[in-house]
């Protein structure tokens, strides 16, 4: 406890950074406070017709295309095939394109020693030329009336089809483009991989009610449904972007057309175990996104788009500035303050056992008194808000509470948002300097 | 395009603007509560500070007026516990409203009244030690809030309040306050204060931030025999 001024100030710099500091927090907390009542919002109206399961049973079967753009992809590809082959359809009424996008490992083999005896199947292969690309030649021989894409690290689960189908029937609106799937973490095992898992579920509730308000701004490249002429309509994919998966459905969204959520067509997706490809990874999703952002800036807060424009693009932007913000004061607020009491011990010969013993836990009335209560009862609501979402969330996707175990819940809400905070800052910082992007 | 479909949820945008600055309020109108109860409760301690010191004063007075010596250890443990008091009820919310921006009247007063209760027992200190010998060293710190190198000097000073419990009574005055309170710049002229932060004890001045090492040397100078001085 500070008996006398402890802490240094650089003349009058501080008090400023200080205001500024907590103008900052004010605006961050209240914007996202008021996008999580929204959400709830949303939350509550479509509670009554949330449905719990999706149909199953078809009456049309159409022709769907499945492609599986591969791009050294030896260890999981079969696994991929399979769970294809295992898919609740008729044979004879899908086709599945793989593509070879010029691997220099042993996936062509394996996918030829799979594919060898079903004729629905096929192998093309050609030099290295990027999802987009490879997507925009599959489609071009394509035969379906749909066509999905699959990772070659993703599996899909067998009535996903089936359900999605049925998700276009019923909505019987021709401007319904993509349907896209609810993603999860297949068996996660690490620590890295129980928090993303958790985050997964997370962003399947929150994609659901995005969907309702016609706010989809990604479909994932993991077993989205697309209507094949409609996209050879827009000019398929967009080859030079590293999120064409973020880019179509920007672009569809541009064009009027209907994005929705497959809330229960599960796809099970391989996490990155380690820090490193973790790193590769959300780098590349901050660096399209931004880059989808800039590129269709022109939506945002246009009325024309409705929510979409209004809140979805806002909260895009303001999302990504507020969280940039947001880390560089967290280490302003964090690392700073333990520099200084390492120099503080610095200054009394690091003697830590005189305060020990004189340590007197006390917490009495004033520690309430002298609490900040204006930010704490928003913060208090944020995390309420927070774990009412989490909670829901679970729910939402057939998950036990503790699926991954209490322990991970602390890494999750502690350190997993200044991680992926960093990583945005980084990213942004990056893409400042306006290098070109690549793929890898 | 056919865009008909868009829609904007008008009402769900007002219904979270609404239930937003509810919640806004909330917290505000808690925060003036909360900042009403500190008040109150400075109030109720500075009360209890009168009394005391009321108290110590005639102690005080007795012992001056029959030379009654073997009354100093009482008036050393009223003393001590009186200042340790001061500092252990006060001192962090004090230290609170410091960090604080606000200007405000209340707390104006808040700060003049901790200096003078401070520089009252001082004062008192100062006296009784004249006639009782007290296992104690009083320490005036004058520091203020533009002085880079201030806060350092409060560290080394809490640690020795940690170490040497109550034989070191520490009297902080601020120097901010000058202009409100009177008695500051009386005392700053009468130990000549020009730079900050400055000791003054047992009727030494010192400039600048003492080191340590050596305040602990003064300190231990002062105490005869210490067992938190062997080292």
């Known amino acids: ?440 | 395009m056919d865009k008909s479909f868009r829609k904007i949820s008008k009402d769900k945008y007002v219904i979270a603007g609404i239930i937003t600055f509810l919640i806004f309020s909330l917290g505000i109108t808690l925060g003036m509560i909360i900042d009403n109860q500190r008040y109150s409760l400075i109030e109720e301690v500075n009360m209890e500070q009168e009394v005391n010191y009321l108290s110590l004063q005639m102690q005080h007075l007795y012992l001056n007026s029959f030379s009654a010596t073997d009354n100093c250890p009482v008036v050393e443990t009223a003393l001590t516990s009186a200042v340790t008091d001061l500092s252990d009820s006060l001192s962090e919310v004090i230290s609170y409203e410091e960090e604080l921006d606000t200007k405000s009247k209340r707390k104006d007063l808040v700060m003049r009244r901790y200096l003078l209760d401070n520089l009252r027992y001082w004062i008192l200190a100062q006296d009784s030690m004249q006639r009782c010998d007290f296992d104690i060293v009083p320490v005036l710190y004058f520091y203020a809030k533009d002085c880079p190198s201030c806060p350092n000097q409060g560290t080394i000073l809490t640690y020795f309040k940690e170490k040497f419990g109550e034989k070191v009574l520490i009297f902080p005055i601020n120097l901010d306050i000058r202009d409100s309170e009177p008695m500051v710049q009386i005392a700053m002229k009468q130990f000549k204060v020009t730079k900050y932060p400055t000791l003054v004890i047992n009727d030494k001045k010192y400039e600048g931030v003492v080191s340590r090492e050596i305040l602990e040397g003064i300190i231990c100078e002062s105490l005869d025999g210490a067992s938190e001085c062997q080292s």
């Open chain 1, 1 to 440: 406890m500070p008996y006398f001024r402890e802490y240094s100030l650089i003349c009058g710099f501080e008090v400023e950074m200080n205001s500024f500091v907590n103008i900052i927090l004010w605006i961050a907390y209240v914007s996202s406070l008021y996008f999580s009542i929204f959400l709830l919002l949303v939350f509550f109206d479509k509670r009554q017709i949330f449905e719990k399961e999706s149909d199953v049973h078809l009456e049309k079967f159409p022709m769907v295309s499945i492609i599986v753009p591969a791009f050294n992809e030896e260890k999981t590809i079969k696994k991929t095939l399979i769970s294809i082959h295992n898919i609740d359809y008729p044979k004879d009424k899908y086709e599945v394109i793989v593509i070879n996008d010029g691997s220099s490992d042993r996936t062509p083999e394996i996918v030829l020693d799979y594919i060898k005896d079903k004729n629905n199947f096929q192998l093309i292969s050609h030099d290295n030329m990027g999802k987009g690309a490879s997507m925009n030649k599959a489609i071009g021989i394509a035969k379906g009336e749909f066509f999905t894409c699959l990772d070659a690290d993703s599996f899909v689960h067998k009535l996903t089809l089936r359900k999605m189908l049925n998700m276009y029937y019923k909505e019987n609106d021709p401007r319904l483009a993509i349907i896209t799937p609810a993603m999860k973490v297949d068996k996660p095992n690490n620590l890295m991989q129980k928090v993303q898992w958790i985050e997964y579920i997370v962003i399947i509730l929150i994609a659901r009610l995005s969907s309702h308000l016609d706010s989809i701004y990604v479909a994932p490249g993991p077993f989205s449904l697309y209507v094949t002429q409609i996209i050879r309509d827009v000019g398929g994919f967009d080859e030079v972007s590293i999120t064409e998966d973020q880019e179509i459905a920007y672009r569809m969204q541009l064009h009027h057309y209907k994005i929705r959520q497959c809330f229960d067509g599960y796809v099970y997706t391989n996490a990155p175990r380690k820090i490193i490809p973790f790193y590769r990874q959300r780098r590349r999703w901050y660096l399209g996104s931004i880059d989808c952002v800039r590129k269709y800036k022109n939506l945002i807060a246009n009325k024309n788009y409705g929510d979409f424009g209004l809140i979805q693009m806002v909260k895009n932007v303001a999302g990504y500035v507020l969280a940039t913000t947001g880390i560089l004061i967290a280490i302003y607020l964090v690392i700073i303050p333990l520099f200084k009491r390492l120099k503080n011990l610095f200054l009394v010969n690091f003697d830590i056992w005189t305060y020990i013993m004189g340590y007197k836990f006390k917490f009495d009335y004033f520690d309430i008194l002298v609490a900040d209560i204006k930010i704490g009862i928003l913060v208090l609501v944020l995390f309420m808000l927070g774990f009412y979402f989490f909670y829901m969330a679970h729910k939402n996707a057939n998950e036990k509470m503790m699926k991954v175990g209490l322990i991970v819940l602390i890494p999750y809400f502690a350190f997993y948002y200044l991680l992926k905070g960093i990583i945005l800052l980084l990213s942004f910082i990056e893409y400042a300097q306006g290098k070109k992007i690549k793929w890898r």
